[in-house]
């Protein structure tokens, strides 16, 4: 009887065991694998074009210090709580919620625009007409610091839909790494030189000053330009009003034409009426009850 017991407890461990295998082997095989999110946006050639982040403008052409043209082409993420901002200077700023939701946000927080100058001195890069944020476009104001590494080190969003990221690399730790003037050719250099002298002589106002140095850093490519936006207006301005005096000068000859048709008509049948008033200045109408039009105007000069 003990025997036959031993037999059956050794049969029924058995059978666990099989079912143990079986269970950990044959299922694990169709249990889903949930993979870490992409990057998602501008940057990844992978994807498809239609699920790509899709900006509004292009980015401006790279400017500023030769020596910072290097980190065109490259990519620097952070990772801060869900998000992952990803920096690519010289050409854009997105954020990408790292999450598992249907609706999980992934975004452009910016398209590389201009640079930020003040004494002489780049003082940061505006990513500018960024997704749309209520009645405004997202933008950002990247810094740059001084630092060992090229890395991105913090984001924030000091006003509503205004991120500032602070980038930290060596290429600014010389002093004079960030100076405006180097940057630009010898012909802008002269123009630049010539502002200062005017300004140094009190031969322009301060707002002058700025005005012509904003043309000069337009010029350099350092700004972005608003001389084309000003000149479409312009135009279009332009094209209004000369539409506008174009259909004042038809229908004014309409007129004249109907008003000389109704003359004759009434001159015809011997119908009088009286001209205008205010037809010729210092003239007075002149057909009275009696009279009749035989083809002069009746007007009668007043001494």
């Given amino acids: ?54 900006p509004k403008v292009p980015p401006s052409p790279v400017s500023g210090p030769v020596h910072l043209h290097h980190l065109a082409g490259k990519c620097f993420s952070l990772m ?20 598992f939701r249907w609706n999980a946000y992934s975004g452009i927080l910016g398209i590389w625009q201009e640079w930020e100058m003040a004494n002489n001195t780049f003082t940061g890069m505006w990513m500018r007409d960024g997704d749309t944020c209520g009645t405004r476009n997202r933008e950002t104001k990247v810094i740059l610091v001084c630092s060992n590494s090229s890395r991105l080190v913090s984001v924030s969003e000091p006003s509503t839909c205004v991120y500032s990221l602070t980038f930290e690399t060596p290429l600014v730790c010389h002093p004079h790494s960030l100076l405006v003037y180097p940057t630009l050719d010898e012909k802008l250099q002269k123009e630049w030189d010539e502002v200062e002298q005017a300004r140094y002589e009190g031969l322009i106002t301060e707002q002058g000053y700025n005005n012509l140095l904003r043309d000069i850093f337009e010029d350099a490519g350092l700004l972005k330009s608003s001389k084309v936006t000003e000149t479409a207006q312009e135009a279009e301005v332009d094209s209004e009003k000369h539409n506008s005096l174009q259909k004042c000068q038809q229908d ?13 008509l009434l001159t015809q049948n011997n119908i009088p009426f009286e001209a205008q008033p205010n037809e010729e200045r210092g003239a007075v109408t002149g057909p009275t009850k009696d009279q009749h039009l035989r083809g002069d105007t009746g007007l009668m000069d007043v001494l």
């Fill in 1 to 54: 009887m003990c025997s036959l017991n031993r037999r059956i407890s050794g049969l029924m461990r058995t059978w666990v065991v099989c079912l143990s295998f079986y269970f950990s082997h044959g299922l694990a095989g169709k249990m889903k694998i949930v993979e870490e999110p992409n990057t998602f946006g501008l940057n990844n050639p992978f994807m498809a074009q239609g699920t790509r982040l899709q």
């Fill in 80 to 99: 801060e709580s869900m998000y992952k901002y990803e920096f690519c200077p010289f050409h854009n700023v997105t954020q990408h919620e790292q999450s």
């Fill in 252 to 264: 004014y000859q309409k007129q004249s034409e109907e008003i000389a048709r109704l003359r004759a």
